[in-house]
Antibody, heavy 120, light 113 residues
Framework: QVQLVQSGAEVKKPGASVKVSCKAS????????LHWVRQAPGQGLECMGI????????NYAQKFQGRLTMTRDTSTSTVYMELSSLRSEDTAVYYC?????????????WGQGTLVTVSS | DIVMTQSPDSLAVSLGERATINCKSS????????????LAWYQQKPGQPPKLLLY???TRESGVPDRFSGSGSGTDFTLTISSLQAEDVAVYYC?????????FGQGTKVEIK
C-alpha cells in the first residue's frame, strides 16, 4: 500500500533553516507528483508547492518563493522540503502528500506530518 | 489565486441528522475539455492528516461510506453527510485542484449537537 513516512519533529531558532524528508513506498515514485502542505496550530491547510519526482521540476507558491526548496532522491524514493529564514509564523505541521493520477490530481495519500517549531 | 470560501465555519448536528457544508470558489474549477470539476473534499480528525473523501466534486474515494456525497459545478459546491455518525466529527475542507497554487477552504468544523 502507498506510504509516505516523514522525518521527526524539529525545533529551530528564528533565521535558521529546516529540512524535512518524506520517504515514499508502495508505488512507482517517479510516476506521481508530491505536494507539501502546512498547517499552523489551530489553522487551516496551506499549499506550499509541488515537485515532480521524475524530472525534479518544482512549482512553489508565490508566498514561499526565495525561501523554499524542494528536492528529491530517486535512489531512495525520498523528497525533501527545505524552508529557510524561519520565523515564528512558520511554526506548523508540514505534510507531504501524493497527487493521484486518476482522481483529478487530488491528494490521495498523506504523510503523518512533521511538527516544526520556530522559537528563540 | 483561487479563493475557496466555506460556510458555515462550524455546525452542530444531531446524530442521524443531515449535515451540509458549502464551498464557493472565486472562479470556476470546471475544466471544459472533460466537463469535470477539479474540486475535492477532505476530512481531518484531530492529530491526523487530512483524508480524501470525494474528488471531481462528487466521486467518492474508495472505502468512503455512501452517507458522504458531493454536488455542484463551476463555482458552487456542497458536501452532504446524510446521517451523521459519531465518527464523522471532524473538520472538513474543500480543495481546488484546477490550477496552481492549489488552495483550500478555511475548513468547517462538524460537531454533535
Amino acid at each position: 500500500q502507498v506510504q509516505l513516512v516523514q522525518s521527526g519533529a524539529e525545533v529551530k531558532k528564528p533565521g535558521a533553516s529546516v529540512k524535512v524528508s518524506c520517504k515514499a513506498s508502495g508505488y512507482t515514485f517517479t510516476n506521481y507528483n508530491l505536494h507539501w502542505v502546512r498547517q499552523a496550530p489551530g489553522q487551516g491547510l496551506e499549499c506550499m508547492g509541488i515537485i515532480n519526482p521524475s524530472g525534479g521540476t518544482t512549482n512553489y507558491a508565490q508566498k514561499f518563493q526565495g525561501r523554499l526548496t524542494m528536492t528529491r532522491d530517486t535512489s531512495t524514493s525520498t523528497v525533501y522540503m527545505e524552508l529557510s529564514s524561519l520565523r515564528s509564523e512558520d511554526t506548523a505541521v508540514y505534510y507531504c502528500a501524493r497527487e493521484g493520477g486518476e482522481n483529478g490530481g487530488t491528494l490521495d495519500s498523506w504523510g503523518q506530518g512533521t511538527l516544526v517549531t520556530v522559537s528563540s | 489565486d483561487i479563493v475557496m470560501t466555506q460556510s458555515p465555519d462550524s455546525l452542530a448536528v444531531s446524530l442521524g441528522e443531515r449535515a451540509t457544508i458549502n464551498c464557493k470558489s472565486s472562479q470556476s474549477v470546471l475544466y471544459s475539455s472533460n466537463n469535470k470539476n477539479y474540486l475535492a473534499w477532505y476530512q481531518q480528525k484531530p492529530g491526523q492528516p487530512p483524508k480524501l473523501l470525494l474528488y471531481w466534486a462528487s466521486t467518492r474515494e474508495s472505502g468512503v461510506p455512501d452517507r458522504f456525497s458531493g454536488s455542484g459545478s463551476g463555482t458552487d459546491f456542497t458536501l452532504t453527510i446524510s446521517s451523521l455518525q459519531a465518527e464523522d466529527v471532524a473538520v472538513y475542507y474543500c480543495h481546488q485542484c484546477y490550477t496552481t497554487p492549489r488552495t483550500f477552504g478555511q475548513g468547517t468544523k462538524v460537531e454533535i449537537k
